[in-house]
């Protein structure tokens, strides 16, 4: 092992497999991650993200393929043989323990003087930003509360990986928000290799140094949350992160056919000839009135289209805008609009619009 | 780098044979524990049951003789009418008992009338006593000397002796066995069908034929189940007011006990296990149904208060009550007259005579030696074997049948139980053959015969709990065993203690496992009476009885003050106390 494998590759796992009998939960998985790096992996439920995180941690073992941390081999050492902290959704606090014991568990064993521990507690549960609470029980603490202390009970051995099941889904929403940045303050604070598991792709987006999106027990893509959401490697990626149009169409001689549009574009001119899907963001359409004159959209651009609103979904100071046009039909298209520019342009249902997408931004599978 | 590349390309061919993870050495110590519970019940469970099935095709010089014991005994009339008794009995029990009990379960769960605790204390009177108690108390209400027996004479039966007296006594003993099944089935209500039924207008009596009992139909089927059972593998019942109509329970102790006939005993043994693990299998499958049908998402049912209805069920259950006061109060005052039915002021000579000179005292000894035992290596066997099943891992072979084994005590019969441990451990040539009439092994084969109950409330405890705690600690690097005891007891100390009562009470108040299995130093109390009653003093059996029944009060309040202690001491976390 060079020096430089082992900074760039604190865990690294090859062709891990695992099945259930007859059914593959995942096939041949192959990452790598850095040290200090924060990873989501992201899915819907049942892709194999939360069984490949208890790999990881040695609760399951994997069918074959191998894991190494820290250059050392850990496929089959059992969990206690292993270098992690985990904290679970549940958040699997002790509840006949008082946050200090709970968070001094691991301590205790290792034969710490008390001194010492109470020294860790006491910063660890100030590191979470719930100093004074050492003395209450779980059960007086809200659900956020319990989850900072069952992280910080998981950091509390320093741990060289801390692995994070779906920490956040049992709380409401507002704490879920404000739990995500801390976790991720408090990650690059401490410095510490990070797994999350998380079906939702805000969280991931918001958080991760880089994104695994996985699906039925593979690993479409890897990337950061940029790159996973610009230039989605997958129709699934496209799908499950952010929303999509998804227009069914034709490639010919590099040019893309959906209804009457017709536009040739760097990914159209990539892809072979046949039948093709088109993946476009709501965002990535451009809107302008038709009779805007010079302030619109020039309409012999290859980009451009004319439209009519048929539905608005009101959802804030973004709005859902459901558009038919002449050129995509019978496809439609969803576009976000701002409410501002609904209000000044006095758009309502059966309003024309002069749209422009995004040729960049298109996607073709 | 390359190191590492090929340590990948050598497991690559591997990859056909499944990955083994490395076991810790703290999991070994999981798995030594549990072949320790595994070889406990092997050998005083699974052992003694072998044992009963390998007489019953063994003939006099333990040669193989096929069906031939089971041919002999189809052949004798005699003992296929007490086959027929018993069925029949059974049957008649359990269609009077059913309807009864869900009558009383339906006014505590589905009504507002009052004193529904009071109602709650006084149906589980029987369970305090052994079965006997209800024989004995008939026999001073109808028997030759009872102070109703014209009364049942005028509605045409002759005497109480035989059938009218076991069905009688049988439901009073079964009541609160089927009670507290029908109760768990009703209480399992939403209230939003309920809700939705009100909306359309739904009358009561649809919302019952409806809703109700399609909702409580698994229950009913178990509460018969056990009912039948109950009543076709008692013993003190049809021994004390049986007079002589035989049923298969005392023919099996007939023809051990009497003829030491090993090979017809243990046939009839197994007859007596056919019911019961048909009702065994039966339940297995309806409790799962039944959990099923209960979504995370369904809304507790709370009855509303409703004058006519409340007061209807106040009548009907305060009429089964009285019955039941009647039938402990019988015992009681019959325990205290001096000369039944000639001198009926109270006098402590039925005490004395049992306590002194039926040396029933040392009965007591006895008994209570063993119920303690009972409930304290019983609770610890129980409980560290629920725990060591549930929440520690690795050694999956051995899972499977420890976990059988646990439920199997269930399906079987306490006779039949303590006809195995004749076989099995009163032969010459097994090592442990030195147990044999020991307190120690009525013990153990209490604890094993009320082992199932026991189990299955430790699983419920041990259930509720996170599931990841033993992740948790070991990625802490905590061994199991100190999460054991520093979250795993102190949490579970109310199911424990809970297990501990009943292991108490029900060793009290058992016959039909030890009553092969005592000597005349280690005779139970339970036993003793059942001995008083042979030798006619009936008068001293009462008494007995009446103070088994007051010993299991008294404990079983005991417990319900331990219970809040260590709930105190224990439970402080648990908000709001």
């Known amino acids: 092992m060079t020096e430089h494998n082992t900074s760039s590759s604190y865990l690294k796992l090859s062709g891990v497999r695992k099945e259930f009998g007859a059914f593959a939960a995942l096939k041949a998985i192959d990452l790598e991650i850095s040290q200090g790096e924060f990873v989501c992996f992201l899915g819907p439920s049942g892709c194999g993200k939360t069984t490949l995180l208890r790999i990881i941690a040695g609760l399951e073992t994997p069918t074959a393929g191998s894991i190494q941390q820290g250059g050392r081999d850990i496929t089959t050492a059992p969990p206690a043989e292993r270098d992690y902290g985990i904290v679970f959704q549940s958040y699997a606090l002790f509840p006949n323990l008082t946050v200090a014991d709970n968070v001094a568990y691991g301590l205790v064993n290792r034969k710490t003087p008390r001194a010492e521990v109470q020294r860790r507690v006491e910063e660890l549960v100030k590191l979470v930003g719930l100093p004074g609470s050492e003395r209450k029980f779980p059960g007086q603490l809200s659900g956020g509360q319990q989850q900072r202390i069952a992280l910080a009970r998981a950091l509390a051995t320093s741990p060289g990986l801390l692995l994070l ?23 690059q604070k401490v410095g510490v290799t990070t797994i999350m598991v998380t079906h939702d792709q805000e969280e991931a987006l918001s958080v991760a140094d880089r994104i695994v999106v996985m699906n039925h027990g593979v690993i479409e893509q890897v990337g950061n949350a940029i790159s996973v959401y610009r230039e989605p490697a997958t129709p699934f990626v496209a799908d499950f992160v952010g ?76 709005c859902h805008v459901h558009v038919a046009s002449a050129a995509f039909a019978p496809h439609r298209l969803t576009v976000y609009l701002s409410l501002n520019f609904l209000t000044e342009q006095a758009l309502t249902v059966g309003s024309a619009l002069r749209l422009k997408l995004l040729p960049e931004r298109l996607r073709v599978f | 780098m390359a190191v590492a590349v090929t340590t990948t390309s050598a497991l690559a061919p591997v990859a056909g044979t499944a990955l083994h993870q490395r076991v810790h050495w703290s999991d070994r110590v999981a798995h030594v524990w549990l072949v320790g519970i595994a070889l406990i019940l092997l050998a005083f469970l699974a052992a003694p049951l072998t044992a009963i099935l390998m007489q019953a095709f063994e003939g006099k010089n333990r040669e193989f003789v096929g069906l031939a014991n089971f041919i002999a005994y189809a052949q004798t009339p005699a003992l296929l009418n007490s086959l027929w008794n018993s069925v029949w009995v059974s049957l008649a029990v359990t269609f009077i008992t059913i309807p009864i009990a869900f009558l009383f379960a339906y006014g505590l769960t589905r009504s507002c009338m009052r004193w529904k605790p009071l109602f709650r204390g006084i149906s589980l009177i029987p369970l305090l006593a052994p079965s006997l108690l209800s024989a004995i108390s008939l026999i001073y209400w109808f ?16 005497q109480i002796y035989g059938a009218p007296g076991i069905v009688l006594a049988e439901c009073f003993a079964v009541f609160p066995h089927a009670l507290m099944i029908l109760i768990t089935a009703l209480s399992l209500a939403d209230a939003r069908l309920y809700e939705a039924a009100a909306a359309m207008g739904t009358s009561r009596a649809r919302k019952f034929f409806t809703i109700t009992l399609p909702g409580a139909k698994y229950g009913l089927l178990s509460a018969a189940l056990v009912t039948f059972t109950l009543v076709m593998t008692d013993f003190g019942i049809p021994k004390v007011i049986g007079g002589n109509f035989n049923v298969l329970a005392t023919d099996v102790f007939k023809l051990v006990i009497g003829q030491q006939d090993f090979a017809k005993g243990s046939v009839v043994a197994l007859l007596l296990l056919l019911p019961a693990v048909f009702t065994f299998a039966v339940d297995h499958y309806v409790s799962r149904r039944q959990t099923a049908m209960l979504t995370a998402r369904a809304v507790p049912y709370r009855p509303t208060p409703s004058k006519g209805f409340d007061r209807v069920m106040l009548l009907c259950c305060s009429a089964v009550a009285l019955l039941m006061l ?61 725990y060591l099943l549930e929440k520690t891992k690795g050694a999956p072979l051995l899972r499977g049948p420890v976990r059988m084994l646990a439920m199997l005590p269930m399906a079987v019969p306490g006779l039949v139980l303590g006809l195995g441990y004749i076989f099995f451990f009163n032969a010459p040539n097994n090592p442990l053959h030195g147990l ?29 709990l996170d599931s990841e705690f033993e992740a948790v600690s070991a990625s802490l690097k905590v061994p199991w065993f100190r999460t054991f005891w520093r979250v795993t007891l102190p949490i579970c100390t109310p199911a424990m203690v809970d297990i501990a009562r009943y292991f108490f009470v029900n060793a009290m108040t058992t016959i039909s496992a030890v009553v092969f299995l005592y000597s005349p130093d280690t005779k139970v109390a339970s036993i003793a009476i059942l001995n008083l009653d042979e030798a006619g003093e009936i008068g001293a059996a009462a008494a007995m009885a009446v103070m088994i029944a007051a010993i299991s009060a008294v404990s079983t309040g005991v417990f319900m003050l331990l219970a809040r202690w260590v709930d105190r001491r224990t439970q402080a976390w648990r908000g709001g106390r």
């Not at chain 2, 030759?144 to 009364?151: E, L, S, W």
């Not at chain 2, 610890?380 to 629920?386: K, N, P, T």
């Not at chain 2, 020991?438 to 009320?450: E, G, N, P, V, Y």
């Open chain 2, 326 to 386: 009647a039938m402990l109060g019988m015992a009681i005052f019959a325990s205290f007259a001096s000369f039944w039915p000639y001198n009926l002021t109270p006098s402590l000579r039925h005490y004395v005579l049992g306590l002194v000179d039926g040396e029933v005292g040392e009965g007591f000894v006895n008994s209570l030696k063993m119920a303690a035992g009972t409930a304290f290596f019983g609770t610890l066997l129980v409980f560290f074997g629920a």
């Open chain 1, 243 to 318: 929303k999509v149009n998804v227009l069914p169409g034709r490639i010919n001689a590099g040019e893309l056919n959906v209804g009457q549009f017709r536009l040739r574009t760097e990914a159209s001119s990539r892809a072979a000839d046949g039948e093709a899907k088109v993946y476009l963001r709501p965002e990535d359409v451009l809107a302008r009135p038709v009779a805007g004159g010079t302030a619109s959209f020039a309409p012999d651009d290859p980009c451009v289209f004319d439209a009519v609103i048929e539905k608005i979904e009101f959802l804030g100071s973004f």
């Open chain 1, 165 to 187: 099941d779906e920490p956040l889904s049992a709380l409401d929403a507002l704490e879920r928000v404000r739990l995500r940045q801390e976790i991720r303050a408090l990650q």
């Open chain 2, 143 to 158: 028997g030759n000397q009872g102070i109703a027996k014209g009364f049942m004479q005028a509605l045409g039966i002759s």
């Open chain 2, 436 to 464: 044999y009439q020991t307190t120690a092994l009525l013990t153990l084969c209490t604890i094993i015969h009320f082992y199932t109950t026991g189990h299955l409330t430790a699983v419920t405890a041990l259930k509720s």
